[in-house]
Every structure is written in structure tokens, then in C-alpha cells.
């Protein structure tokens, strides 16, 4: 179980999050969706202990981020770190010290290569597979579908979907509404750093208009296409 109470986190004199109050329960996948700057990746950074805030956040087991996989939009890179070696970074971390990382490198990835010049979709792979194997009770995926191929896709909405098996929590913030209705229990709408509305999977359909609806108004007309 993960609580959030009465969340808020200020940027100066600027509220980017506004008292959300919202619980995630073991076994379940949760999506946070919402425009740029609706304060996805600032609620997932204080849940990771990343940002200061106010409110609070409680976990099953304490601190939360010893327990936690962490997925960046844009994971960072030691300059001179092949892969191979941020797993075992990553794993040490954990304890994990024996993991057979050539046989769990599902992804095909180029271990002995620099992690920093793989390409964008690579690095999401890469950063996704440590997190697995630190062998985490909690999952904040922050875009994990972005940059990555369809394939990948496939195999990453199988891994969510096998870690809800587990009893895992996996929290996913993305922008294609498809990839979060196949894997997701509920969905929190974030506007301006407010909660706006969470639904269950009854409500996807629904929630999925008013998006469009919100995002495209009278866009596509104005433009006059011929």
C-alpha cells in the first residue's frame, strides 16, 4: 500500500501540486495521466523521495524508496558505464549480487557498449531491466512506452501485467490512452497540479472522450483542412 495525504510541492512561489490525496493498493496498476505540466513527473519525484513536499506519503515498508523502481522519462548515465555495469550498479543496490544478467537480458541490449550512447529506446530498456531485477515491491513508470519499439511495447505491457501478478503496485504515467486502458485498474486525471477525477475500468471509455474532448476543442476545425 502506498497513502498520499493532502500532497502539495511548491517551485518557488509556484504550487505545481495541489493537497492530492490518492491510495494505491498492493496487486493493482494505477495511471496518472494528464497535459505537459499537470505535475505527473513532480508527484512520481515525491514518491521517490526526490523532491521535498508537504503532506505525506506512507508505505507498507519504510523508507518507500529502498523498495521502489524508479523509471525517468529520460534516464541518466555515467559517461563510462557500459551497461552490464549500471545493472549491477543498480542490483548492488538492492542487495542482489548473483543475477544472471546475460539471461535476463530480454531486451537483446549491447551490455559491454557504453550505456550512454545507446539510443533513446535502448536507455528505457536498459533503466527498465535494472529496475526489475533490484526485484522491487513498488513501480513508478514514468512513460515507459515512449521511444520504444512496438515490440518492446508488447513485451513491457506483458511485464506490468505479469508484475500485477505478483502483487506488485506499478504506478504509469503515459500519453497514449491505449497502452494504460490494457493495463490499468484505475486512472487519476492531473490538471494544473489538481486531482480532477479517478476512474475505474468502467469509466476508461468515458474518461478517454473528455480528454479529447478538453485536449482538441475546436483545434482541428479552426485549422479548415482541404
Known sequence: MIKIKELSKLFGNKEVLKNLSMEFSTGNVYGIVGENGAGKTTLFRCIAGLESYSGEIISDVM???NHLGLLLTEPFFFTMMTGREYIRLLCNARG???????????????????????????KKKLAITAILLQENEYFILDEPFNGVDIQSNIILTEIILKLKELNKIVIISSHIFSTLSDTCDEIHLLRKGEQ?????????????????EITIGNLIKNLELK
Open 63 to 65: 523508507p518507500l524508496k
Open 96 to 122: 542482489k549480487t548473483n543475477v544472471d544478467i546475460d539471461n535476463k537480458n530480454i531486451f537483446d541490449l549491447p551490455l559491454e557498449q557504453y550505456a550512454s550512447t545507446y539510443s533513446t529506446g535502448m
Open 196 to 212: 480532477i477525477i479517478s476512474v475505474n475500468k468502467t469509466g476508461f471509455k468515458d474518461l478517454e472522450q473528455e480528454m479529447k
